[in-house]
């Protein structure tokens, strides 16, 4: 029986990380997501690159893309899909996020 992946990435979310990982002068192995304490709800979202995989790190193999998981962010995390919106104002990775019980009013933050 296969193992469930910790997370999904869609097609504009693989997309834009492999756009990411091709303008990257050092060579990283992919994007790292973890959670911080911080917003108005108590955490939100991080994403950055990854020179190399942590020794606890959640490996997300998919659509062509490496994301490791934060180990401290792993249980926050579970289920949760990775996409990428653009619309006139922004643009950047969104979590559909099962665990979550609540965002705050500007959508930067978000509880458990």
């Known amino acids: 029986m296969a193992r469930?992946?910790?997370m999904?990435?869609?097609?504009?979310a693989?997309?834009?990380v492999k756009?990411?990982?091709a303008q990257q002068d050092k060579p990283v192995v992919g994007l790292r997501v973890g959670v911080k304490s911080r917003g108005c709800s108590g955490m939100s979202y991080s994403v950055e690159f990854a020179e190399e995989?942590?020794?606890f790190d959640e490996v997300v193999e998919d659509k062509g893309v490496t994301i490791l998981i934060d180990p401290k962010a792993s249980m926050f995390l579970f289920g949760t899909e990775m996409d990428y919106a653009e619309?006139?104002?922004q643009s950047g990775f969104t979590f559909k996020n099962p665990n979550e019980k609540g965002r705050?009013?500007?959508g930067e933050s978000?509880?458990?």
């Open 4 to 6: 469930m992946q910790a």
């Open 8 to 12: 999904t990435v869609t097609d504009a």
């Open 14 to 16: 693989a997309n834009r």
């Open 19 to 21: 756009a990411l990982l």
């Open 53 to 55: 995989k942590g020794k």
């Open 87 to 89: 619309d006139k104002l």
């Open 104 to 106: 705050c009013g500007c």
């Open 110 to 112: 978000f509880h458990v």
